[in-house]
């Protein structure tokens, strides 16, 4: 077994120690999937990714072969593992636009400048709206009062790769003192179409953010949740909350001391809400090597 190289990178963050930590392997080509997976629960972060290398042709034709791995499980997208991993490849490659082949399919990262620094914007697939949630089932299986969540907008599951129920919290202390009863979120969540809680806030700590978001899971709380902010940004401008087009900013892992920044549009055609885009920087905090 060769000696496995990987990059460190905080996501949806400017600076270091910041964001969400991501581990990017840059040749996976001699692991199993069973490995894989081990591997991932021994980074410990909330994903670890792996590149596949490919040739030159294959990659021009189909993109960049990436796997990405919770410590449980793989998953078929997720977003700051995407815009990390493609950020890594660009500090290899230098190319302004890297295309992902996930298992989700391909994903396009154009990297441009905002604000004077280098950025990333992903375009995510078209949204898909599951089913609307009782606030009242919702609120028991959450731990929270039904008067709690928001009244002016819906729970509504939706999925640019991954389901996440969007769940309006109306007050950002309720948020900010938020814990979960995961065996009875995830009794709950079994029962419907959803994988995961997004919650979101409209009271927020940086007066220029239009949602405060936490998505706390099996593997603690997540500092920057790119997938869940995708669909947020469908779910928003679905029901009114950012126009079509408007790049909004989500505020994360303010509670756990990691703020991440997530830039997020989308637009509205008819009733049909398309061209997902989530974007932000990443910081390289350090390059290892693996051996066993």
Not at 28 to 38: I, P, V
Not at 164 to 191: G, H, N, S
Request: proline share 3%.
């Amino acid at each position: 077994m060769p000696n496995l190289l990987y990059v460190n990178v905080d996501v949806f963050t400017g600076h270091a120690l910041a964001g969400n930590q991501l581990a990017v392997f840059t040749d996976a080509s001699a692991l199993s999937t069973e490995l894989m997976q081990r591997i991932a629960k021994e980074t410990n972060y909330s994903e670890t990714t792996f590149v596949i290398p490919r040739s030159f042709e294959e990659t021009r034709d189909k993109g960049h072969r990436v796997r990405i791995f919770t410590v449980n499980e793989e998953l078929p997208f997720a977003g700051h593992p995407t815009l990390g991993t493609a950020w890594v490849l660009r500090g290899i490659g230098g190319a302004d636009e890297i295309v992902l082949d996930l298992n989700v399919g391909k994903i396009h990262v154009k990297f441009s400048t905002l604000e004077g620094q280098l950025f990333g914007e992903m375009t995510q697939r078209d949204p898909q709206f599951g089913q609307v949630h009782s606030r009242e089932e919702a609120a028991r299986a959450i731990g929270i009062s039904a008067e709690e969540i928001a009244t002016d907008v819906p729970i509504h599951s939706v999925s640019t790769g991954m389901m996440f129920v969007m769940v309006p919290i109306a007050r950002l202390a309720t948020m900010q003192k938020l814990t979960l009863d995961l065996k009875r979120a995830q009794e709950y969540l079994d029962r419907t179409d959803g994988k995961f809680f997004f919650f979101v806030c409209r009271e927020t700590v940086d007066p220029k953010a239009r949602l405060h978001a936490r998505m706390i899971f099996y593997n603690g709380e997540d500092p920057a949740t790119g997938s869940a902010s995708g669909c947020a940004a469908a779910w928003m401008v679905k029901h009114g909350v950012a126009k079509s087009d408007e790049r909004v900013l989500i505020e994360q892992g303010i509670e756990m001391k990691r703020p991440s920044r997530i830039f997020v549009r989308a637009e509205k055609n008819g009733n049909e809400v398309i061209n997902v885009r989530v974007g932000g920087q990443a910081v390289e905090v350090a390059r290892g090597e693996l051996f066993f």
